[in-house]
């Protein structure tokens, strides 16, 4: 997956991604990162999920980056936000009270863009990179977050021989082998969730894994 092919998802509505409700996992585990109102939150690859909203509202201050325009001003005119635009060198960014999005490139961003964050929640931005990218990513992830910034993270599993990505497959072996050297890694839940979309299975999906995991960085 190049930029443009996300690009052009987003342009044909093509996001079957997009969650029309607040991520299960974050509402069941985020009690467990011990925040406090006014903490900020990293959400890469953020799409215009309603986390980000249900998180500001929760009191955090919210950093999301995402490459597509039509996402971020989607996620804005959905939950009916003004908001005030500005450039920088690397990103244009969108900020409405407590929430700030970034369009670009995540391979762009810079520790100073997000300091101060002290939780990462990434659902469905790992499993979005492409196998020879993941590395990279999760190499990023460490190099731009302090330590002490933990992270929730969802990730789904299935046979990649049956079906290719996006989402792609990303076993619980793939996430010790990429986070364990920085991070506590505790697998929190684990449900196969293959008849949550009849597409799943009409792909020549038996099983569907989708595994939430709370990562403590040491
Ligand atoms: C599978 S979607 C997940 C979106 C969101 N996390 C959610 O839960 O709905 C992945 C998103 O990452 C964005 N994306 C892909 N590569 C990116 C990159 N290198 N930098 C920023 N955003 C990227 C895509 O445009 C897409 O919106």
Known sequence: MQPKDWLDRWQMSQIGFHQSEVNCYLRRYLNQFNL???DR????LCGKSHDIAW??????EVIGIELASIAIEAFFNEFELQYQQFESDRFILRKSGNIMLLEGDYFDLQ???IEGCRLVFDRAALIAIDEA???RYCRHLRD????GTDMLLVTLDYDQSVMSGPPF???QQEVLQHYQPDYQIDFLEQQDVVDEQPHWREKGLSVLLE???RLSRR
């Open 211 to 213: 595994t939430a995991c």
């Open 55 to 60: 998180l500001a509202e929760q009191g955090y």
């Open 133 to 135: 990218n993941r590395a």
């Open 169 to 171: 497959a990303v076993s």
């Open 41 to 44: 939150i990293f959400l890469p």
């Open 144 to 147: 731009i977050t302090a330590p």
């Open 111 to 113: 520790a100073e863009d």
């Open 36 to 38: 406090k109102p006014g």
